[in-house]
């Protein structure tokens, strides 16, 4: 998820009344299937669109990595799956509370041990019924470590992890998860190693989406015509940087019926080119407007421009496996030599918003300035700790993607603020697609600082701390006390207990700063006058493609 400046409303905190019981609370988020609230269907300049099915339309996307759901995290990718695939749950667009999909009920007696029960009319495009064995199928499959899904982490909750995924490049003791028990074709339990009270959330990103049972004979195949149980189906297979095509699945019984009969993703490799491809009416829906050209988009699709408060932060990651970058105050030096509002400012067009903190404003919790100084523009203190640190040796490099033309820009910003500020001298670029970036980070084969952002999955602290700050992070970075914190915060029972117990391991992490916060997005999107009913919000990935109403 990704304008003028001033800081978004959070969404409301609302904490359970008396400590409620942990069955209780996920009881009553799931008591209902409540359609998620949305704006009335019109064309954005005054004329409705009749709320009626039929006709297709076009997004413009970037080239996805995978279609298979626990093999990407990729937001491009996100936004094809949501359409194809029914989590258990998702998230309500209005505050982030949890609402049932494909799941009826998911209870607890002790934040440990969920047992989650299953709409018993669940079925595959290909007609086969979705049970229980399908959802432990897939999480078992992106779970187990020699496997390489990119998702593999966010199983790490439950029970059996670490035999998948042991350490010291030792085989796997196993290859399911002993955590997952079938109890029948539609009830799955499912055993935590810790009580974690924020674990209904989590199962509304689309890793723990379910899969047919011949998804894993060939997952190669499977990957470029995934059968799903979503709204859509695919329409052919995957055309690789070209299109992928989706129509209404026919036999879908879940609460998400869509309204539309088609959607097209026309894959660009320039987000400045899509939006020129949108203002000529090439294109129907374009979720990530480029910052710098906000105010041509505000003045020609006017209604049709939205910008919305984001979850997603860029952030510039730090090699600490190279030991020139092993001091944190040279690595606080970094951060406090870069003029985050200037940048903001030159090349967003104020949109995007400097990062304060680790965690987004619009998401309960985050407190503002917890990174402190260390997150401001304050070049002689920057100089006097880059030289008690002992200064910088070598070359400098910077790695980001080519996907975007603002990220060439603002790292030559950077660029230069570093020469000026602390007098690196020797800094190059190395700019590339993103799906070579990813393997270099991944393998932590960088010798640089890297761009990158993170995307919320679900509306809480511990999504920004677990996912940035994991065991297998791309930053080699690892603390003992701060892993506790987060453990000790997912096991409290109450949300502000929580949150009390996020902070100090937020303070570490901002502390040693092994990666350094720049900037928040806000979400801008454009359409044309051919869609209606446009639902976009920071939880789900991007644009409900179900609700979208098509002029025909």
């Known amino acids: 998820m990704r304008t003028p400046a001033g800081r978004p409303a959070r969404p409301p905190h609302r904490p359970s009344p008396r400590r409620r019981p942990a069955a209780v609370l996920a009881a009553l988020a799931l008591l209902a299937l409540a359609a998620p609230g949305c704006s009335r269907p019109t064309d954005g300049d005054g004329g409705e669109i009749p709320a009626v099915p039929g006709g297709a339309y076009s997004i413009a996307l970037a080239e996805p990595d ?179 095509s989706l129509r209404r699945a026919p036999g879908y019984t879940g609460a998400r019926p869509p309204m539309a009969d088609a959607v097209h993703f026309k894959i660009f490799t320039s987000k400045d080119t899509a939006f020129t491809e949108l203002r000529a009416g090439h294109v129907d829906f374009l979720t990530n407007v480029p910052a710098a050209r906000a105010f041509e988009a505000r003045r020609t699709f006017g209604k049709r421009y939205s910008v919305r408060p984001s979850g997603t932060m860029d952030y510039l990651g730090l090699p600490l496996w190279d030991r020139r970058y092993a001091s944190p105050d040279l690595r606080r030096a970094l951060s406090m030599a870069i003029d985050r509002y200037g940048i903001t400012r030159a090349i967003y067009n104020e949109v995007y918003l400097p990062a304060d903190s680790v965690v987004a404003a619009m998401i309960p919790g985050h407190r503002d300035g917890a990174c402190g100084e260390t997150c401001a523009y304050r070049p002689a203190e920057a100089k006097r700790l880059f030289d008690r640190a002992g200064g910088f040796s070598g070359p400098l490099e910077l790695y ?35 799906a ?94 051919r869609v209606g009913n446009v639902l976009i919000d920071p939880y789900i990935t991007g644009l409900h493609l179900d609700k979208v109403t098509v002029r025909h």
Not at 414 to 426: H, M, S
Not at 436 to 462: A, C, E, F, H, T
């Open 400 to 434: 980001f993607a080519n996907s975007d033309p603002t990220y060439e820009q603002w790292m030559t910003a950077v660029a230069n603020q570093l020469k000026q500020n602390l007098g690196i001298r020797d800094i190059t670029f190395r700019k590339m697609p993103g």
């Open 66 to 244: 995978h279609l298979t759901p626990g093999r990407t995290t990729s937001s491009y990718a996100l936004q094809i799956i949501e359409g194809l695939f029914d989590t258990p749950v998702t998230l309500d667009p209005a505050d982030g509370h949890v609402l049932p999909l494909a799941a009826t009920s998911l209870d607890s007696a002790d934040q440990k041990v969920w047992t989650m029960r299953l709409r018993p009319d669940g079925v595959f495009h290909n007609g086969e019924r979705v049970t229980a064995r399908s959802f432990a199928d897939a999480w078992n499959a992106a779970a187990y470590g020699p496997n390489a899904w990119e998702s593999n982490y966010y199983f790490a909750q439950i029970e059996g992890y670490p035999e998948l995924n042991p350490e010291g490049g030792r085989p796997p003791a196993a290859e399911r998860l002993s955590g997952l028990k079938v109890l029948d074709d539609n009830t799955l339990q499912i055993t935590l190693g810790a009580p974690f009270s924020q674990f209904p959330m989590l199962l509304a990103f689309p890793a723990f989406a379910p899969l047919p049972s011949g998804a894993l004979g060939d997952p190669e195949r499977f990957d470029v015509h995934p059968v799903g149980n979503g709204p859509f189906e695919m329409d052919g297979d995957w055309q690789h940087n070209r299109l992928v």
């Open 436 to 529: 070579d970036l990813g393997p270099i980070l991944n393998g932590r084969k960088g010798s640089g600082p890297y761009r990158q952002n993170w995307v919320i999955d679900y509306p809480s602290m511990q999504n920004y701390l677990a996912g940035l700050y994991n065991r297998d992070n791309r930053m080699g970075w690892s603390n003992p006390a701060f892993d506790d914190l987060v453990a000790r915060g997912n096991a409290a029972p109450t949300p502000q207990q929580s949150i009390e117990l996020y902070h100090r391991a937020e303070d570490i992490a901002l502390g040693e700063l092994p990666l350094i916060p720049l900037w928040n997005w806000q979400d801008q999107s454009a359409w044309s006058t």
